[in-house]
């Protein structure tokens, strides 16, 4: 298995452009997790999804913030307009229902964002 | 709600020492406790996890962590550590009632020294 993907691996843009990371989870696996890590905050959820409904957006930072996920194989989170303080490493993490796999999440390598 | 806190943001140490990372969290329910290790320019991955039964866990590259109820610790352990072993960990505490949302820790540098 390929793991979690996630594209692109490093973004940089500009204050005001709309920034999209995709998300591509583990084949089987039925809930996904996006994450941002940031030096000052360490590493926060943002929002998780179970069988492609959005469970709890509550992490999400602001109305800029957006995530979606269309099917079992496809996430995306967008960023409308971006900002400097968006600049972060944002992860994608999927894990399976069941009890050997509870809670284990498979984590992406990430998407550094840079925002100028 | 629960929380998790890291006291040491960095932590050097020789190789072949031993090293404890601490942590300690807060929750009013019970909970599930985990570490996950990050390598530089890499996702996290799961070390250990506590959920029931001996209250010692042993993971993955010779790391233990001890769960301590009464003290809210569960502090990571590795009597002898590799230059391999430098990385970020991350302790992390869910509420063991099933709803999924994982509340990590601010995480640990591990600097392993030649």
């Known amino acids: 298995d390929a793991g979690v993907i996630q594209s692109p691996r490093h973004e940089v843009t500009e204050m005001g452009q709309e920034v999209t990371l995709r998300c591509k989870p583990i084949s089987g696996h039925d809930y996904l997790f996006w994450y941002r890590q940031t030096m000052m905050r360490g590493l926060e959820l943002l929002i998780y999804f179970n069988n492609n409904v959005p469970i709890d957006d509550s992490g999400m930072p602001e109305d800029r913030f957006s995530a979606k996920m269309p099917n079992a194989s496809f996430s995306t989170l967008k960023i409308q307009p971006s900002e400097p303080r968006d600049s972060a490493v944002y992860f994608c993490a999927s894990r399976a229902r069941g009890q050997n796999n509870h809670q284990k999440q498979f984590f992406g390598p990430g998407t550094r964002l840079t925002v100028l | 709600a629960q929380s998790v806190t890291q006291l040491d943001s960095q932590v050097p140490v020789f190789e072949e020492a031993p090293v404890e990372l601490r942590c300690n969290y807060s929750?009013?329910?019970?909970?599930?406790l985990f570490w996950y290790v990050q390598y530089p320019n890499q996702g996290l991955q799961l070390l250990l996890k506590y959920l029931s039964g001996s209250t010692l866990v042993k993971g993955i590259n010779g790391f233990e962590a001890e769960f301590n109820k009464s003290q809210t610790s569960f502090h990571l352990r590795k009597p002898s550590v590799h230059i391999s072993d430098t990385a970020e960990y991350f302790c992390?505490?869910?509420?063991?009632?099933?709803?999924?949302?994982?509340?990590f820790g601010t995480g640990t540098k591990l600097q392993v020294i030649p």
């Open positions: 929750s009013s329910v019970s909970v599930y």
């Open positions: 992390a505490v869910t509420p063991s009632g099933g709803y999924q949302k994982v509340t």
